[in-house]
């Protein structure tokens, strides 16, 4: 297989499909003779900086990609030092991931590997978890996470990466119902609705207002963060009448709701009156 991987390399090289050989570490020759391990990962390392160097739609690509799996797969294999070992594990993660040969299924073993050889190391744990969630396998991936809790219980992350990830369903539910349950909008752009009430929009533009709502504590503590929209009507003082919410971060609802409650506005006028208008606002809740 190393014999493989650098012949398909020099082929490669040789018919101009790869860049310059510049960027080769010297140290792979030297390191054949010394220790297996980093030369199967230094092929690897070869064989996906050749990969990346080509065109994702290139034939040869996920050959190399496929190539340098196997060197890594190796290197992992013969490894007597457990950096050697993290280190291939931690590439084969790369090789496989959604930028190369986008095997989610492939990742996942290998961060259960990595996870068995850094058994008191979490982040292994917590992609892992992510990667589940991405593939909506939500009861696995709420386990994983839920086992790294049980592993470090006076821990602060296991309870952060728990609570970003019930924030991130309960989110997903309740647009879910939102979607299912929503009304008709009240009026057209620029149109009065049977209660006076103006939609902004088309001549009636939205009155100005910067404010920055106050954000919850745990949430903060928890890295939860995000933007929630609000529908609103500014009555003819512009003071806000009325408040809902139409795309809802469960834990930042009611922060929003408080915050624009509390806004007031310019008044909007029409043909020399203030009238009421309804508009969505964007309250952001952020750690920067």
Request: glycine content about 6%; aromatic content about 4%; hydrophobic content about 45%.
């Amino acid at each position: 297989m190393m014999m493989f991987g650098a012949a398909l390399l020099v082929s490669l090289i040789g018919s101009g499909q790869v860049a310059s050989t510049a960027a080769r570490p010297p140290a792979c020759g030297m390191t054949v003779a010394s220790d297996a391990a980093m030369a199967e990962s230094c092929l690897g390392d070869d064989s996906l900086r050749a990969a990346d160097a080509l065109p994702k739609a290139a034939a040869q690509r996920p050959r190399l990609l496929e190539t340098a799996a196997d060197h890594y797969r190796r290197a992992a294999s013969l490894a007597s030092k457990a950096d050697v070992r993290v280190q291939a594990l931690e590439a084969l993660t790369k090789v496989y991931d959604a930028q190369h040969l986008d095997q989610p299924s492939e990742v996942e073993k290998v961060l259960r590997e990595l996870i068995a050889q850094q058994p008191d190391d979490l982040r292994p744990v917590f992609r892992l978890a992510k990667l589940l969630e991405d593939r909506e396998l939500t009861e696995a991936a709420e386990e994983v996470l839920l086992s790294a809790r049980r592993q470090q219980p006076d821990g602060v992350e296991p309870y952060r990466m728990l609570a970003q990830y019930y924030a991130r369903r309960a989110t997903a539910l309740s647009r879910q119902a939102q979607q299912q349950t929503a009304a008709p909008a009240a009026g057209n752009p620029g149109e009065r609705d049977e209660n006076g009430v103006y939609r902004v929009g088309g001549p009636i533009p939205p009155p100005s207002r910067l404010d920055v709502a106050k954000y919850p504590p745990e949430a903060v503590a928890a890295g939860i963060q995000g933007a929630v929209l609000a529908e609103i009507v500014v009555n003819e003082s512009g003071d806000v009448s009325d408040a809902k919410i139409v795309r809802s971060i469960p834990m930042l609802d009611d922060a929003a709701l408080q915050a624009v409650r509390n806004w007031h506005f310019a008044p909007t006028m029409v043909d020399g009156q203030s009238v009421p208008v309804r508009m969505v606002v964007t309250v952001n809740f952020s750690t920067r």
